[in-house]
């Protein structure tokens, strides 16, 4: 299998009020082309700022992360930026957009600025229509963004994320500001992505998220202590029950 | 609790906060300096004449005794019209008189001058910091303003006094305002020197014997039985009530009321900036509003817990604003003072109460714009402000559809989404504009060939400013006629073919009903009636016939049809009204004779330049090669048309520097707007910047969209600015025109270079420069601030 992301030995510092925080110390992971990862533990255990720093947004202190064979402490802040817009995809906890923008502009914004592609911007539009209707948002293109609901939104922040083919997604707490009913859309319209091959990396705390993903990290105190491999054959329930299980073994 | 809550705010919202306490101490100061040059323009001239203690009456006297009363000083002390006299001795020079220690002349002119010492003066004169000048160190010399301008002299100096083989080495101290005679248009010199070496001259008997003078000044209770006194006295160079004396001021005056229009641009732009980062504040807090709501705090309290904050910033800010006030109010108002001594007598305590005027309007605006917290529910906590109700359509563009790169949409889309924030970014930025706009126009037009005709001059190929023939004329040595045979024969001799003539002035006493004034009157002999502008009538059509300007019917209650009764050559005719025009001279007092009549040169009181049109009709090249020639032919000044508006006028040099002045206050104001705002936006967006950098778009298209929108509101200002320029340089100058010359049809000549690129460029360079630079901060906000935003 291809790893698309490779983690080694990373360590990430804040220095709050002339006092050192070790939020990761010594993370080494990798995930694999295709995989769907999930990346749990409590709060403050440094979850967010693993993907944040894996994806290039957030300076590492220390360690190698490579994507999909670069080295993201060798890439320029422009690199950075243009691996971001190509390359990888992000879908944030809370769903931010731009306001001035429409809800169709908002999803297109990243594939008008990039040049991966040389799509005339009605095709791109087109696209992202097309995307929109798979993930059954396709309504509200016209909308401002304050007109559509929460999980209408995440699906349109997915769209976003979707618009210039990434080979990865990374996914902050995609659920975390969402009813059940929404929450089991979005996932549902993750997983589909996942299985027609896009690889993501998606932080959680919820075990029923997780247990759709196809690998569990379990990160505590800033070190990966686990993880847990699911078997998407098997019942949901089942795997939830499992996953349980084994947090609870990990301490959760 | 509250206390708390303020404590937090202040130190959390450090940035807006400091950027509201910035445009307060902006206000404040614009605020105070601006309403202190106002009274101090509008009070101006009386002020100055009665700072100065310039009396009711002024006679300049020649051919007296040293020290001796004699027939002049009796009647004055003596008369039942004069309550009170006073006179101050001086020595009349030349510019041959007044050399740099090599021997040449520190300035040719040939109007009067005299030399004075500072014990022996009887007026107040001030240094160029309006201090009045009580004593001169021996060896020292102050001149006047003009004579030291035109001299281009410097402090430190060192220039002699060579008067009948006395010599005095003299160190120049420093410039002076002379009340009387300083304005430009009086164009008279004056120095003042320490009393021991003015002694010095003193003991030369040649000096005592020639050079001896009197200027007096007298308090009376009735100017023309006081004049009537003087009719007979000899050796009377001029003499002329105050009111004469302020005319002389008019130019002056007319600049200053410029720095009025300023000031009021400035306190519109500074409540218009205050309004604005106010209600842009308040907008900011909704979500803690909501929260605060939520948790049931009562609105009463939420409302004061800002405005306890409002009071705060506003208070420390006006306290600033008052310092910085003075300072600024100060070098704006000096460009257009080195003449006069234009204060505020009660300026400290005006600028306090500017200063804390601009509080309490802060107070009503923050009392305002908290009233909207009535309006916001807790949901706005929720829902980034925006109820299910009251949802506003903010995409305006589509970027689908658009044609545009990501960051001109991205600051297109914005400023059309918010049109009231971006709104009153233009209309700030117009404004500025339109005052550079107004200014440039107004000096444009002081300075063209167009403006001639408000002298009620016919225009020239050439004027040369002979002043020895035309004080010939004045006096009567010879007549017009032969003074220009002369010049004519003077011109042929020097290979150059034209026509000679002059305007007279000659003050005629006119009269209608029990009305009665003394009225300058034009006259050329050379020209008709007819070849003149007028804004209402026909032109004289003969000797019967006259035009007065609208001040100078008003004076006497005249209109056209009117017949008024003018005294010429002891004569008591009757003239018929029939035309009214515009015209600068004697601060717009004044009238028109026809041609045929004769007019004894004892009422001449002036005259212009003598005018010259070359029968070849010279080009542009050639004309000036000609008006260096008649320079040198006739040793005085020559002029072209421009040049003449410009020495008569004496303004196109104070305009050109307030203009420039008031240019670089806007670049300024500009800058600091686009900085300030500019920052208020970023902390406003914060959020979306990062986003956009974490969905990857660059750096640099968030810093060009950020600099864009303010490049694009800049750009609208400008044609905005352009297209509105003459109608407001008419709204706001042709009063000051009106007020000062009763002049209505100004010719506005606009510098397109000026209005269309060099101003507009100006502005939006320094939009450019203060956005961009400010928009560099937004590298400072990461991608993963995604996660930070509130």
Not at chain 1, 56 to 79: I, P
Not at chain 2, 229 to 248: M, P, R
Not at chain 2, 540 to 568: C, F, H, M, W
Request: charge should be negative.
């Amino acid at each position: 299998m291809e790893k698309i992301l490779e983690v080694k030995d990373l360590c990430k510092t804040y220095i709050v009020n002339k006092r050192q925080n070790n939020v990761l110390r010594n993370v080494s992971f990798h995930i694999n082309r295709g995989e769907m990862v999930a990346v749990m533990g409590p709060s403050g255990s440094g979850k967010s700022t693993l993907l944040y720093t894996v994806s290039g947004m957030d300076k590492m202190t220390a360690g190698d992360v490579s994507f999909c064979g670069r080295e993201l402490a060798k890439q320029s802040e422009n690199e950075l930026a243009k691996m971001r817009l190509d390359d990888m995809g992000f879908i944030f906890q809370q769903m931010y957009m731009m306001k001035n923008l429409s809800v169709l502009d908002n999803i297109i914004l990243p594939a008008v600025k990039s040049k991966k592609s040389s799509e005339s911007r009605s095709q791109t539009a087109q696209r992202a229509r097309e995307l929109m209707k798979k993930l059954g948002i396709e309504e509200i293109a016209d909308n401002d963004i304050n007109e559509v609901s929460g999980g209408q939104l995440q699906r349109a922040c997915i769209a976003r994320s979707m618009i210039n083919s990434p080979d990865m997604i990374f996914a902050d707490e995609p659920t975390g500001a969402l009813n059940r009913t929404s929450s089991e859309e979005v996932m549902e319209q993750l997983v589909g992505l996942n299985e027609e091959g896009t690889t993501i990396m998606c932080v959680t705390h919820d075990s029923k998220v997780a247990a759709k993903c196809t690998r569990v990290l379990f990160i505590d105190d800033g070190n990966i202590k686990g993880e847990f491999s699911l078997d998407r054959s098997t019942p949901l329930r089942e795997r939830e029950r499992n996953l349980n299980n084994w947090l609870m073994e990990m301490g959760w | 609790m509250y206390l708390s809550i303020l404590k937090k705010d202040l130190k959390r919202k450090k940035t807006m906060n400091c950027i509201l306490l910035l445009f307060v101490i902006l206000s404040a100061m614009f605020a105070a300096s601006s309403i202190n040059n106002i009274v101090a323009v509008l009070t101006g001239r009386d002020s100055y004449f009665d700072k100065a203690g310039v009396k009711d009456y002024f006679i300049i006297s020649r051919g007296e005794k040293l020290g001796e009363d004699g027939e002049l000083y009796s009647i004055l002390k003596n008369s039942s019209v004069v309550t009170d006299v006073a006179r101050e001795e001086c020595l009349y020079v030349t510019d041959s008189n007044i050399r740099y220690p090599d021997g040449s002349k520190v300035c040719e002119y040939t109007n009067a001058s005299d030399i004075n010492s500072i014990d022996r003066v009887a007026l107040n004169y001030f240094d160029k910091d309006n201090n009045v000048i009580k004593s001169i160190e021996k060896g020292k010399i102050y001149t006047n303003v003009g004579f030291f301008k035109e001299a281009n002299l410097s402090e430190g100096d060192r220039i002699n006094v060579e008067m009948d083989g006395t010599v005095l080495e003299l160190e120049v101290a420093g410039s002076f305002k002379d009340a009387p005679l300083g304005s430009d248009m009086m164009g008279v010199k004056r120095f003042l020197i320490n009393d021991d070496d003015y002694k010095t001259l003193l003991a030369n008997e040649k000096i005592t014997s020639n050079s001896i003078g009197y200027l007096y000044y007298a308090d009376t209770t009735d100017i023309q039985e006081l004049e009537k006194e003087l009719a007979d006295v000899d050796g009377i160079y001029f003499k002329g009530d105050k009111d004469l004396l302020k005319t002389t001021y008019f130019m002056d005056l007319a600049v200053a009321a410029m720095i009025l229009v300023l000031s009021i641009f400035l306190v519109v732009i500074s409540f218009v900036v205050l309004r604005f980062t106010i209600g842009f504040t308040i907008a900011e807090e909704f979500r803690e509003i909501g929260v605060m709501k939520a948790i049931g705090i009562k609105n009463i309290s939420i409302r004061a817990l800002y405005l306890v904050k409002y009071f705060g910033i506003s208070l420390i800010g006006a306290l600033i604003g008052f310092v910085l006030s003075k300072p600024f109010g100060d070098m704006l108002i000096s460009s257009v003072s080195s003449n006069m001594v234009l204060e505020n007598e009660s300026r400290t305590l005006m600028s306090f109460i500017c200063s804390m005027a601009v509080v309490v309007i802060i107070m009503l605006f923050g009392w305002r714009c908290t009233g909207k917290i009535k309006k916001l529910s807790p949901i706005d906590a929720v829902r980034n402000g925006q109820t299910g109700e009251r949802f506003r359509k903010r995409s305006i563009m589509s970027l689908s559809k658009s044609r545009l790169g990501t960051a001109p949409f991205l600051a297109a889309n914005d400023i059309l989404s918010s049109p009231r924030r971006y709104s009153i970014i233009t209309i700030i930025f117009t404004l500025c504009m339109l005052l550079v706009m107004i200014l440039s126009t107004t000096s444009n037009s002081m300075n063209s060939a167009e403006m001639v005709t408000l002298l009620s001059v016919k225009p020239s190929d050439a004027y040369v400013a002979y002043s020895s023939a035309q004080f010939d004329i004045l006096n009567g040595r010879k007549t017009e006629q032969e003074a220009e045979d002369e010049i004519i024969q003077k011109l042929k001799e020097n290979g150059m073919i034209g026509d000679v003539r002059i305007e007279l002035m000659a003050l005629i006493n006119a009269s209608l009903g029990d009305r009665q004034k003394k009225i300058t009157f034009q006259y050329c002999s050379k020209t008709n009636a007819s070849d003149y502008e007028y804004t209402e009538g026909s032109a004289p059509q003969n000797r019967y016939e006259i035009a007065l300007t609208e001040p100078a019917a008003k004076s006497i209650g005249a209109k056209i049809g009117d017949k008024v009764t003018l005294d010429i050559g002891g004569q008591r005719e009757e003239y018929l009204v029939t035309a009214l025009y515009d015209s600068f001279t004697q601060g717009g007092e004044c009238g028109r004779l026809h041609q045929d009549v004769e007019i004894p040169s004892q009422q001449y009181a002036g005259a212009y330049s003598f005018q010259i049109d070359f029968d070849d009709d010279p080009d542009e090249e050639e004309l000036n090669r000609r008006i260096d020639k008649l320079a040198d032919i006739f040793e005085c000044k020559a002029f072209d048309s421009v040049g003449f508006l410009n020495d008569c006028t004496g303004v196109a040099d104070t305009l050109k520097d307030v203009k420039n002045l008031i240019l670089i206050i806007s670049v300024i104001v500009i800058i600091m707007i686009s900085v300030l705002m500019e920052r208020s936006f970023i902390s406003k967006e914060t959020g979306e910047i990062a986003l956009q950098k974490a969905i990857g778009i660059p750096s640099w298209t968030i810093i060009l969209t950020h600099t864009l929108r303010f490049i694009i509101v800049s750009i609208l200002s400008a044609i905005l600015a352009a297209a509105l320029s003459i109608p407001f340089t008419r709204i706001s100058m042709t009063p000051i025109y009106q007020g000062v010359f009763g002049i209505k049809n100004v010719p506005y000549v606009m510098n397109i270079a000026e209005i269309f690129i060099i101003i507009p460029l100006a502005v939006i360079l320094a939009t450019v420069a203060g956005a961009f630079f400010t928009a560099l901060y937004t590298k400072t906000i990461k991608a993963q601030d995604t996660a930070n935003i509130e």
